[in-house]
């Protein structure tokens, strides 16, 4: 059984910083590109951002360029989303995602919220 489990979301001030992990369980982070999505009611799902699976090439949403950063440590086969400078705006849940093209599934972890207080 292959899983995502994303956690480190909760309340935090506007301005203020939020550190996600997706921690990858049944397979080996390293060899995929990892995504990061964000939803909330009302509004469609959005793309925030991906690590290559080299580590080598990453690549942003416009609304959080300069302020979040994806990485990946390969010996605790996690994924990271840093938040700084929170705003309203980024309230939502988030999820890391991977494709698998061997078997054409796509891997979703359950999310976690983040909630940004004005």
């Known amino acids: 059984q292959v899983q995502l489990v994303e956690s480190g979301g909760g309340l935090v001030q506007s301005g203020g910083s939020l550190r996600l992990s997706c921690v990858a369980s049944?397979?080996?982070?390293?060899?995929?590109?990892v995504r990061w999505f964000r939803q909330t009611p009302g509004r469609a799902r959005e793309w925030v951002g991906c690590?290559?699976?080299?580590?080598?090439?990453?690549n942003y949403a416009d609304f959080v360029k300069g302020r979040f950063t994806i990485s990946r440590d390969d010996v605790e086969n996690t994924a990271y989303l840093q938040m700084n400078g929170l705003e309203p705006e980024d309230s939502a849940t988030y999820f890391c995602?991977?494709?698998?093209?061997?078997?054409?599934?796509?891997?979703w972890g359950r999310g976690t919220q983040v909630t940004v207080s004005s």
């Open positions: 995602h991977v494709h698998r093209c061997a078997s054409e599934e796509d891997v």
């Open positions: 049944g397979f080996t982070l390293s060899v995929y590109a």
């Open positions: 690590l290559s699976a080299s580590g080598r090439l990453t």
